[in-house]
């Protein structure tokens, strides 16, 4: 099946696409040119597929790993898989695909998040603030004390002044005082009568957190920080 799905991101690429890609900072010499809203279109006929997606990923190509985060199951997906894939990342667009549309709904989320927070490559490092965002936005089933626990870690980290990672830090602040901003307008899924608590901003930020166009840039990837 994977061989099959891989002829069709073939077949689906357009090399005139790379060259925009490029400009954003995404790795395009194992790219197609395959759009991330194609992929989502193409994912949900796939879904879900463990076993695909291990293939998918295997394959090495830029478009294929992007599907392959749509397409696993994140109760299957193991530590070890994600030590393993997070080591493997060599473009931002990935490393932040795979945080927000699987890993961030593993059980193992936050923990892989602190772990690799210390990592010294750094799209490993970006991996472990793009994971904090993402699960900050998507896991509203985890409790408010599970994420007041990683701002000492964002704060820590936030003098690492490389692109990739001090982008990622900023998006995890910006994105957990986004969730606290949910809780004081008396958000559904959260305790309204937390939100006086809300740690972040008792947080010492060093650097303000970025605009929307800042973290996106017109024509970036959706749902990626930059």
């Given amino acids: ?78 530590q070890a898989q994600m030590d393993a894939w997070v080591a493997d990342l060599d473009s931002w667009d990935v490393c932040d695909g795979v945080c927000g549309n699987l890993f961030d709904r593993t059980p193992f989320a936050l923990d892989k998040a602190v772990e690799w927070s210390t990592r010294e490559p750094e799209l490993e490092k970006r991996a472990a603030f793009a994971l904090m965002a993402s699960a900050a936005v998507h896991r ?20 690492d002044d ?18 606290c901003g949910a809780q004081r307008a008396g958000h559904p899924d959260r305790r309204a009568d937390r939100a006086d608590r809300c740690p972040i901003r008792q947080m010492d930020r060093p650097r303000r957190p970025p605009r929307a166009s800042e973290r996106r840039g017109a024509g970036a990837p959706e749902g990626t920080l930059t």
Wanted: glycine share 6%; hydrophobic share 45%; charged share 25%.
């Fill in 1 to 78: 099946m994977a061989r099959e799905v891989l002829q069709t991101l073939e077949e689906m690429g357009d090399p005139s696409r790379l060259e925009g890609m490029a400009r954003y900072g995404i790795r395009t010499d194992h790219a197609v040119g395959v759009t991330v809203t194609e992929l989502r279109h193409l994912a949900r006929g796939l879904r879900p597929h463990h076993e695909l997606a291990a293939a998918l990923w295997a394959s090495g190509i830029h478009e294929a790993r992007i599907l392959a985060s749509l397409v696993d199951e994140p109760a299957r997906v193991s």
């Fill in 140 to 159: 509203r089933d985890l409790p408010d004390a599970a994420f007041a626990s990683l701002l000492p870690v964002i704060r820590e980290q936030a003098s």
């Fill in 162 to 179: 490389r692109n990739y990672v001090k982008k990622a830090v900023s998006g995890a602040a910006a994105d957990r005082q986004a969730q």
